[in-house]
């Protein structure tokens, strides 16, 4: 059975740091591409970021350019997402995504970031 | 800044039939854009319903299909059920990134 579980989500003050996981089993990690993304409360999805099988390529949404970094481990099936320099519209509840396709997704992890 | 646009609400009656667009702010939305469907009810993560235009994960049911429509992705539901009353969000690709259309809230009345 494929699952999807992220982990590190958290309050935050605005301008911190946050370390997100997503620990994935089931399927082959290292053959898929992997994707964040996240809903702030009340609204609506928006891709964040994705990256490559070998971790070759990354992809970010302009919002966080700079500020987040994506990066695996395909040793330990597992999706990380660096978030740096956080502000008050980086809350929401993020959520890890497999492939191409989108097809399996976690349960999401909430961060806010407020003073 | 790519805007994906979709139709805010739309309300169906039960057994009905409903279409939802997808639209892109690049201009018509191809099967290059591998248009992708996905359900969210409250509380909930998204579902995955149907990949590069019109193919349906193993757990789609057979009312919901997805094409394109005069330049937009498309997504039909046919004989709609009191639980297809949900969001959905469409999302089209853009040479590496992913843009999600804002939505549209399906009311079954």
């Known amino acids: 059975e494929v699952q999807l579980v992220e982990s590190g989500g958290g309050l935050v003050q605005p301008g911190g740091s946050l370390r997100l996981s997503c620990a994935a089993s089931?399927?082959?990690?290292?053959?898929?591409?992997m994707n964040w993304v996240r809903q702030a409360p009340g609204k609506g999805l928006e891709w964040v970021a994705n990256i490559k099988q070998d971790g070759s390529e990354k992809n970010y949404v302009d919002s966080v350019k700079g500020r987040f970094t994506i990066s695996r481990d395909n040793a330990k099936n597992s999706l990380y997402l660096q978030m740096n320099s956080l502000r008050a519209e980086d809350t929401a509840v993020y959520y890890c995504?497999?492939?191409?396709?989108?097809?399996?997704w976690g349960q999401g992890t909430l961060v806010t970031v407020s003073s | 800044q790519t805007v994906v646009t979709q139709e805010p609400s739309l309300t169906v009656s039960p057994g009905g039939t409903v279409t939802l667009t997808c639209a892109s702010s690049t201009g018509a939305v191809t099967s290059g854009h591998y248009p992708n469907w996905f359900q969210q009810k409250p509380g909930e993560a998204p579902r995955a319903l149907i990949y590069?235009?019109?193919n349906k994960h193993s757990w789609t049911p057979a009312r919901f299909s997805g094409s394109l429509l005069g330049g937009k992705a498309a997504l039909t539901l046919s004989g709609v059920q009191p639980e297809d009353e949900a969001e959905y969000y469409c999302?089209?690709?853009?040479?590496?990134?992913?843009?999600f259309g804002g939505g549209t809230k399906l009311t079954v009345l």
């Open positions: 999302l089209l690709y853009y040479g590496g990134h992913w843009v």
């Open positions: 590069s235009t019109s």
């Open positions: 089931g399927f082959t990690f290292s053959s898929y591409w």
């Open positions: 995504a497999r492939g191409f396709i989108f097809d399996y």
